[in-house]
């Protein structure tokens, strides 16, 4: 174990009230804590994909019964892209079920871009994995934020991802960095990984240089049909801990409330809001599973005082968040 992992391991292991306070200074020291940015998840392209990821309903090959479905309309996406804007959302990502897109399929998405970057949005795509050249067209087109995660620790990874490797996508997270493109880039807890693993898994995202913008935390939804779909549920402290640990090694990033949300109470929801996470995604549903509809959040967000985060501040450059001071964040736990 890498000496980073160690001590991101000997977070975990505070007393809680401890680990919670101190990811509270960290996010208090970065970030509005009352503000939430809102983000809206929109799948242009679903099902079908050849990869064999365990958690996910979209391979081809496993019987989750999700119809595969062609490349959204131009039209239909920017009817979705005004709604979540309406809603109260300031970026608006865009998901295909690829190994990685074709040429002639990357065309249709620049365009999708652009029209959605017309209205005044922030923009992210998550395609899989891309080849020499593809993240320059995407910034071309004007892509604020590519996100392709990393799902867990190295040594966990092989349990649950068998048609590309861990280097494969460290590579396609190179790539969107040298584009020039900011990138989202988070895992999936509960997937038979030990507390030691989600160590490993946080010390690789602190790695990158920079660090991801945006870490998408994700609670494993059980789908029928996957792999995964008899994994015993994780602990839902467990789960806080990994948010505000993620908060403390990863200072200047924004931590969202993804996949699981749809299964988690208020009160657990709260938890993840104190422990520093300051991002969810907004409206009914993600790439193929529920989400908590807009009025449900807009409750939640009034019990707790929150309010969205102003698309001003949401846009402001990991740098300048950076230099308020975020050396040190995880040189040791005390």
């Given amino acids: ?63 989750t019964g999700l119809e595969s479905e062609p490349l959204m309309a131009l039209d239909d996406v920017l009817d979705a892209a005004r709604a979540a804007k309406a809603r109260g959302a300031t970026r608006f990502c865009m998901g295909a079920a690829w190994r990685g897109p074709k040429d002639r ?35 071309d087109a004007g892509l604020d934020y590519y996100n392709h995660n990393l799902d867990t620790s190295p040594g966990h990874y092989e349990k649950v991802i068998h048609t590309h490797s861990y280097e494969d996508r460290l590579a396609t997270l190179a790539r969107a960095r040298r584009a020039g493109l900011k990138v989202c880039c988070g895992g999936i807890m509960g997937m038979g990984e030990s507390r030691a693993d989600r160590a490993a898994f946080l010390a690789e995202l602190a790695a990158l240089d920079p660090p991801p913008e945006s870490v998408p ?50 009160h657990l929801q709260a938890l993840c809001f104190l422990a520093g996470a300051n991002s969810i995604f907004y409206g009914d549903r993600l790439l193929t599973t529920p989400n908590p509809e807009s009025d449900a959040d807009a409750a939640l967000f009034a019990k707790l005082g929150l309010k969205p985060m102003p698309a001003e501040v949401d846009q402001e450059s990991s740098a300048a968040r950076s230099a308020r001071g975020c050396a040190g964040a995880c040189s040791g736990t005390g």
């Avoid at 009230?17 to 809206?40: C, E, G």
């Avoid at 249709?108 to 891309?130: D, H, N, S």
């Avoid at 640990?245 to 990033?253: D, H, T």
């Fill in 105 to 139: 399929d990357l065309a249709r998405v620049t365009e999708m871009i652009r029209a959605v970057k017309g209205l005044g949005l922030e923009t992210c795509a998550t395609l899989g994995l891309l080849r020499d050249g593809q993240a320059e067209e995407l910034a």
């Fill in 217 to 266: 935390v994700n609670l494993l939804v059980h789908i029928p049909g996957t792999p995964l779909s008899d994994q015993p549920a994780l602990d839902p402290i467990e789960f806080v801990r990994t948010v505000a640990v993620a908060r403390i090694v990863l200072p200047a990033s924004m931590v969202r409330l993804s996949a699981g949300r749809g299964a988690m109470p208020d």
């Fill in 1 to 63: 174990m890498s000496d980073r992992a160690a001590a991101i391991e000997a977070l975990f292991e505070l007393p809680f009230n401890d680990l919670i306070y101190r990811a509270q200074t960290v996010h208090r020291t970065h970030f509005d804590p009352n503000a939430v940015q809102l983000s809206t998840l929109l799948s242009i392209k679903t099902g079908g994909c050849s990869e064999d990821c365990g958690y996910c309903s979209q391979s081809a090959r496993f019987e």
